[in-house]
């Protein structure tokens, strides 16, 4: 009998095609994954953008049905802006009104009609640098003949509110790791409109216009404190965060209350070390009111201001000192 004898298999012939052929399932297996997560935040990005329009028609209807308002005369509608809304409204009509731009700003930054034997400044006073930007946004668009101004005022605040909604639903999902947690926070928002907004009787009002902004920056800030995030992602989440910030900033006059509350959790997670310091301190210089320049250059050194300031009230065991302390270091 004769044996055939097996040659030897060369280095390199034999072992390399087995290598492709144990590389092709994983790179199978890793593209699949790659699929699911891409649909996956398609899905949840679709639902996202449905939940805020369906908020914003939501809203617009409610508000339609309780006035009949397309039903009634221009006088009308403009006497639905009850209390305060009304005057906030008023000073958009008059900046429509005016000849010009420029005259427009000027009759507000000296208006004496507002308070008795005064001349003040209603952009400082009365924060309505949303309605100036409305009226001259409504005149460079030149929308007279195609939309009422006070429609155009009611459908950007109704507006917002779908970005408010997205908001809160984009928190939901990266605090969660799926979109059902989305799904389950925009729904939740919508049924308990009695106890989460009143935009669709008082739509004037500063929070209505702040809001949004707030939930906005909410969200970045909860993008930002991800870990291991790339240079590029750190960059646009502060972005975001500052350009939110100016925004809730400039549209309510109530804002540095709520950005001080911010700012003393973004301390105690760097103090609690449940967050970086090299990401909790920026988030506190963005959230600061950007119109204090002198905060700003306190922020500088907060965490060790704080610090200090807090070990002092509580060894000397005085409130006095402790209200003391906080307040006067933020106003």
Request: charged share 15%.
């Amino acid at each position: 009998m004769t044996f055939l004898k097996r040659r030897k298999p060369v280095k390199g012939t034999e072992e390399h095609p087995r290598q492709q052929e144990d590389e092709q399932p994983k790179d199978k297996s890793r593209s699949g994954p790659t699929a699911i997560n891409h649909a996956t935040f398609l899905v949840g990005g679709f639902l996202g953008l449905f939940l805020g329009l369906v908020t914003s028609v939501y809203v617009t209807t409610l508000h339609e049905n309780d006035l009949w308002f397309s039903s009634i005369q221009e006088v009308e509608r403009e006497i639905s802006f009850r209390t305060e809304c009304g005057l906030y409204y008023s000073y958009y009509k008059q900046m429509l009104q005016a000849p010009t731009i420029n005259q427009g700003l000027k009759e507000l930054m000296y208006d004496n009609q507002t308070e008795s034997r005064r001349t003040i400044n209603l952009l400082k006073r009365m924060n309505i640098y949303q309605e100036v930007f409305l009226s001259i946004l409504y005149r460079i668009l030149s929308l007279q003949n195609y939309l009422e101004p006070v429609y155009f005022y009611v459908y950007t605040v109704f507006g917002l509110q779908a970005l408010y909604v997205i908001s809160l639903y984009m928190t939901s999902w990266l605090l969660s790791g799926t979109w059902i947690s989305g799904v389950l926070a925009a729904v939740w928002y919508i049924l308990n409109r009695i106890d989460t907004t009143r935009v669709e009787f008082t739509i004037p009002l500063r929070e209505n216009w702040s809001l949004p902004f707030f939930a906005l920056q909410i969200m970045a800030i909860t993008y930002y404190l991800r870990p291991q995030l790339k240079p590029f992602q750190q960059r646009l989440s502060l972005t975001l965060i500052v350009a939110s910030t100016f925004l809730f900033c400039i549209t309510w006059q109530f804002n540095q209350f709520i950005l001080l509350i911010q700012a003393v959790a973004l301390f105690s997670l760097d103090c609690l070390t449940m967050v970086p310091a090299s990401k909790a301190l920026p988030c506190i210089q963005k959230t600061k009111n950007t119109f204090s320049l002198e905060v700003q250059k306190l922020s500088k050194r907060l965490d060790h201001y704080i610090s200090f300031k807090l070990f002092r009230c509580f060894w000397s065991g005085s409130y006095n000192l402790i209200i003391q302390c906080s307040w006067g270091h933020w106003f």
